[in-house]
């Protein structure tokens, strides 16, 4: 069996790392492709190295630009990457421009899709993330959903074959990295904070980041709460950062883009986090770390139902009355078994298996 996985941007190193892992530890061949949609080295190479992701064998170079040209830019150079290497499946995770390419790609080359992270739902067809969600799993031939929940949202959108409940790769890599952070991780004192006396921010959506009105209340949000704010600074983000100030004579400290076991760690030891990340909001989960979501909605739904995440839109009250609420009490499991990677392997060769017979 031959996997092509297709990454591209930040959140995709983490969720590949333990399946790329899984699948060289079993001898199956995996094409990785780096669309290059994060090219910094503290967005990319960083999360390889920390992470020991196999060096890409092809690195399509694409960068930044609008969705049409970038989504295009990816279609057009991996095309011919996927007809060379003629792999069993493509693989796709979550819900970037580099996951709606790979799709696309590999769907009109009738090559079977893998898609990691399917099922997931905002509702809210204004986020670019939702359009690539959506079309991936309508082309995708396994659909690897993190729980339930996310199989009941396929079925009532008819598709119910190929639909695999393997849990959540970023939910056990963040477990598996949890045991490791020190009592008192160094990266406290690069800011100077003490545990439970500081909170973490992530700002990166586009519908945070390029409207102005919505970053400043953002930001007072940000500003009235009652500690510091360790913000790391995405990219997208870095312009209007510093247009509108942020970080001078204000509680924020704004830093660069921190690399994964620095950021778990910081985290770990918070007061609680504000972020529109996705990702963020289940580690904060997997450390019981309180999280305010910094959107009008989640598909990470289940990290709502004890309170462990609100959802406080950029209203600059509720998000500095939600980071003074109580800790929740209890935490369900709803993100599978710990073994997303195997859970994986399994459906790829089980599916690989069917086809042949
Ligand atoms: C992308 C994903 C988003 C994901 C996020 C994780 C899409 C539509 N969005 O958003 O779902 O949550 O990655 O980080 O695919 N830039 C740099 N250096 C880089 C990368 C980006 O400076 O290495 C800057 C550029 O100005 C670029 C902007 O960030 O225009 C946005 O990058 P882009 O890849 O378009 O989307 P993200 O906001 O990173």
């Known amino acids: 069996m031959r996997v092509l996985s297709v990454i591209g941007a930040r959140p995709q190193f983490v969720k590949a790392a333990l399946l790329s892992a899984e699948l060289a530890q079993r001898g199956i061949d995996e094409i990785l492709v780096h669309t290059g949609q994060h090219y910094d080295r503290e967005m990319s190479d960083v999360f390889f190295e920390e992470l020991r992701l196999p060096v890409p064998a092809h690195y399509l170079n694409v960068g930044s630009g609008g969705h049409g040209m970038q989504t295009g830019e990816m279609l057009k150079r991996l095309e011919p990457v996927v007809q060379r290497e003629e792999p069993d499946w493509v693989l796709v995770y979550g819900d970037t421009n580099s ?181 963020l909001q289940k580690e904060a989960f997997v450390l019981k770390v309180p999280c305010v979501t910094l959107r009008e909605e989640t598909e990470w739904i289940e990290t709502l139902e004890d309170g462990w995440n609100v959802l406080a839109g950029s209203d600059a009250a509720k998000i500095a009355a939600a980071s003074r609420r109580p800790v929740p009490m209890r935490q369900g499991t709803p993100y599978g078994d710990g073994h997303a990677a195997r859970n994986i392997v399994e459906a790829l060769q089980e599916r690989t298996a069917s086809y042949a017979a």
């Open 99 to 279: 996951t709606l390419a790979g799709a696309l790609v590999a769907a009109k080359l009738h090559v079977p899709v893998a898609h990691v992270e399917a099922g997931l739902r905002s509702f809210n067809r204004a986020m670019p993330e939702e359009i690539n969600r959506v079309v991936a799993d309508h082309v995708a031939d396994l659909l690897l959903v993190p729980n339930e929940n996310a199989a009941k949202q396929l079925a009532q959108e008819g598709v119910t074959r190929g639909v695999r409940v393997v849990g959540d790769l970023m939910v056990d890599l963040a477990m598996q990295a949890a045991a490791q952070i020190p009592a008192r991780p160094p990266v406290l004192d690069r800011f100077g904070v003490k545990p439970r006396e500081y909170y973490v921010a992530t700002i990166h959506r586009a519908s945070n980041t390029d409207d102005r009105p919505t970053f400043r209340r953002l930001l007072e949000g940000l500003r009235a709460a009652d500690r510091p704010v360790v913000f790391p600074v995405h990219p997208r983000t870095r312009e209007i950062a510093s247009q509108e100030g942020a970080g001078d004579g204000d509680n924020l400290m704004l830093c660069e883009p921190l690399p994964y076991a620095q950021m778990l760690a910081l985290l770990s030891q918070s007061a609680a986090l504000f972020t529109d990340s996705g990702g």
